[in-house]
Each structure stands twice: as C-alpha cells, then as structure tokens.
C-alpha cells in the first residue's frame, strides 16, 4: 500500500560546510523524490490537513497531480489560495498544523506536505507558470498598507476579484519579514522572495516603496483624498521588545530586528555591502523562538561562537523542531533553564559579558507552559561581546496613532474581528502581525486573505 512506503529524506547541505556560508541548507526534492513522496498520501475522504492549513490549500488535490506529474496543474491548484508556495514550503512550521493533521502521522510519518508544496513551487517558478489570470475590472480601489504575507495574501486576492489594488511599502524593497527577517540559508531572496512578489505584480497589483503611512500619507488621505474604497493594514510588528534588565544601553546590545535587517535586506553577511554589522567573538541570544534561532545561526555564520540563552527548558522552546535540530548540527550552543539579570559591561561602554541565574521549572502557567523559577544562590556570568534580544516584538504605534477613531489593545495590537479583519473605523481592516502580535507567515496569508473576502462584501454592500 501506498502509505507503507517510508517518508522520503530530503538532501541538505553539510553542517559543518553551512554553517560559515549563507547558502540554503535544504536542497529540496528533485522530481523522483516528489512524486514518490506524493504517493504516499491515501487521499482521505475528510482531509484533516486542508482544514488545519490556514489558507486552506487544496493539498490532496495538489499531491495527486505531483505523484501523475502534472506539476503544472499542482502549481494551478495552490495558486487558487496561495501565490506563495515557495516561501510557505520553507518556512511554514508544518508539523503543528496540515503535517500534524496527516492520518499517516498516527502510526508513522506524515507526508511531507511542505517538501511537496516547496516542489511545486519551485517547479513553477523555473518553468515560469502564468499564474495570472484575473477577473475583469469592477471599478474599485483598495489600499493595502504592508507588503509582507499578510498584505501580499490579501492583495492577491482582491486582484483576482478584479480590484484596483495598491500596496504601501514603507522599506525600500517589497516583502516585509520575508525579506528583512528571515536569513537567506533558509529562504532565498532573489531567487524565491522576490520571484513569488512579482507574481502578484502580475496580478496588477502595484507597489509602491518607500512609503511611511503615518508620515508620508496618512490612511484617512487614502481614503478620502485618493479615492480608495477600504483600506487593509498589514504592517506587521516590527517594535522590539527587551527584558528592561541594567546594562540593556551597552554598545553591543541589539534587538534580533536590528540584526537580522541589517544582515537580511541591507545584505551585511555579504563583502560587497559596506552595512555595518558586530558579533565579536561570542554572541548571546537570548529567546527561543524561531527568530532566536535565526539570528543565532546567522550570528555564526558571520564568525562568533553563538549560544542561545533561554529561562525553561529544551521541551518548551517555541521554535521549530527542524530549526533547533540544525541549530545544534551547526554548533549552536544551548543555555537552557537560564535567565540574565544584568549585562555586563567594560569601561568603555561596550558588552563583555551577560550575568545569569539558574533556573527550574515549576507549575504550569496560563499557557500550558510549567512558569520557569529562580533558583536562590544560583548567579553565574558569561562572556559575550554582543547580546541579542529576541523577545518578541509589537506593532509599531505609528499607523494607530495618526488614525482617528483606530482602536488598538494594552499590547498596541489593532482590534480587528477574527473571522474578517473589520477594525473600530468603517472600512479599515487589518489583519497578520498588526493584530496578533508576531506569529507566523502563513497565519498572516490566512489573515489577509479573509480581509480581502470582508473587503468584497463591504464594497460590495456600499454600492
């Protein structure tokens, strides 16, 4: 039987060669390996793994085509709810949502759904797939403000519906964390960001960079002054948090924001760009999310030893299981059950070390989480030149505070509906890390792309 057949390993790069270059540590599958892969999949009746995807990608459907080979019928199917497989194939964390739904993960392993979406997308991209068939014009404008995966989903959408659509940029290349946050060893820039991007261009969305909305336009001048009809927020959460802890001032601390921009969209890893950018000889992260473990592995990359400091154990990182495995195959060194409570700095101003205590865990806190608890006497230091802060982030309160009547949370967070984005202010929506908080990108796309259906029906209803 088809699901006997075990899950089919995907090709990376060496560790020991990866972890001082920036090229893509995973190779992707190869056309054999995909449509052995895709066999496996029994195609159930009910598909779990289409009911956990948050864009609600036909995922049965486009495995079949991949195991006959019609890789360009695949490429169709997904481009119905995503224009961005090649991006979600790499970065989704799949294994908490269609892969952890996969009725073949019970007894063994799921299908490698990501792996075959990355194939697919992959596949179209270099065989150039025209995906950008849309609906006749209706006559409508929309703003979007953002162009991450959020305002990228929702975009996309409203241009297949036949809207006149713009996204506001406020960086000076499209993309959002796609292209900021994320290092290129995971997803490539030129070759997939920006590829993906321009399919939506195709769509007839324009985007515009450089374009601060708070500052060089404000989101009522969109609305009443450029004839836009609504008006979808997508700009993220890029305001960094730190720990409020003595000696966070030091020369040589910096938010993982900070760090990964510079390294990412200003291309600091590369000889070529002047962009300044310091990791000494030993760097301290300190968190345990996906972006911890990005800026950790980035941090090595550029030639310092580099370890993660994080309060609770290895069983509670919130990173990604496939992140932490090659974290620790690239020499990563993890600090787990360990708190700072001061950073340490010369005479000069600059960090040159981190002052931690240990940690254990006690009873569960309103997470689920067991809430991590100082044990007495247990003060230690640690040598560093750079500490890294990657403690989550919020919205920036820029947009919020220049727009009238915009309602946000104790978090800076917008009010917006869960189920279609409506914010406080008759049409504006808002949706992605603007309104959860950092999450992740396919959360974001699910986001968008249930304004943009909200959008629809809200212009629709004016008329």
């Known amino acids: ?96 949502q269609c892969e952890g739904s996969c009725i073949l993960g019970i007894k063994g392993e799921p299908v490698a759904i990501g792996k075959l979406e990355r194939f697919v997308g992959d596949w179209g991209r270099e065989n150039n797939v025209d995906l950008s068939e849309v609906a006749p014009s209706n006559g409508h404008k929309v703003a979007v403000i953002g162009s991450g995966p959020a305002g990228l989903a929702c975009a996309a959408d409203l241009a297949k519906m036949g809207y006149e659509v713009k996204i506001f940029e406020a960086l000076h290349k499209p993309g959002g964390v796609l292209e900021y946050g994320i290092p290129e060893f995971r997803l490539p820039k030129n070759d997939v960001v920006a590829k993906e991007i321009d399919n939506v261009r195709k769509l007839g969305v324009e985007i515009e960079t450089d374009v601060v909305v708070g500052r060089t336009v404000t ?22 948090r730190f720990m409020g802890i003595p000696g966070e001032n030091l020369n040589g601390v910096v938010s993982a924001n900070e760090f990964l921009t510079r390294a ?13 950018i310091y990791v000494g000889k030993s760097v301290a992260v300190v968190g ?27 069983k509670e990182l919130p990173a990604r299981v ?29 960090v040159k070390g981190l002052r931690c205590v240990q940690m254990e865990l006690g009873e569960p806190d309103a997470s689920g989480r067991r809430s991590p608890q100082v044990i007495p006497g247990s003060e230690f230091d640690i040598e560093c030149d750079v500490v890294i802060m990657a403690l989550g982030t919020s919205p920036n309160p820029l947009i919020s505070s220049t727009t009238e009547g915009l309602d946000t949370n104790r978090w800076g967070c917008l009010v917006a509906e869960d189920a279609t984005g409506a914010t406080t202010r008759e049409g504006i929506f808002a949706g992605g890390d603007a309104v959860t908080g950092a999450a992740t990108v396919i959360l974001a796309m699910g986001a968008g792309r249930a304004s943009a259906k909200a959008i629809d029906e809200y212009v629709k209803s004016r008329k």
């Open 1 to 96: 039987m088809a699901n006997k057949i075990p899950r089919v390993p995907v090709r990376e790069q060496d560790p020991v060669a990866r972890a001082s270059n920036f090229e893509e540590v995973c190779y992707g599958y190869n056309v054999e390996e995909a449509k052995l892969e895709a066999s496996r999949c029994i195609n159930c009746k009910k598909p779990r793994c289409v009911e956990q995807c948050p864009v609600n990608v036909k995922i049965p459907d486009f495995i079949m085509e991949v195991a006959n080979g019609n890789f360009e019928a695949a490429s169709r199917i997904i481009a119905e709810d995503s224009l961005l497989p090649s991006v979600c194939g790499r970065v989704c964390p799949q294994e908490s």
């Open 219 to 240: 989101v009522d001048d969109l609305l009443d002054n450029e004839g836009y009809d609504a008006v979808f927020i997508g700009s993220g959460a890029g305001l960094p």
């Open 264 to 276: 990412n969209l200003m291309k600091a890893f590369d000889q070529e760009y002047d962009t300044p």
């Open 288 to 314: 345990g999310g996906n972006v911890a473990m990005d800026a950790v592995r980035t941090a090595k990359r550029l030639g310092a030893e580099s370890f993660i400091i994080y309060r609770r154990s290895e």
């Open 322 to 350: 496939e992140e932490v495995h090659h974290a620790k195959e690239e020499g990563i060194i993890f600090k787990m059950l360990t708190n700072p409570t001061e950073v340490l700095g010369d005479e000069n101003g600059w």
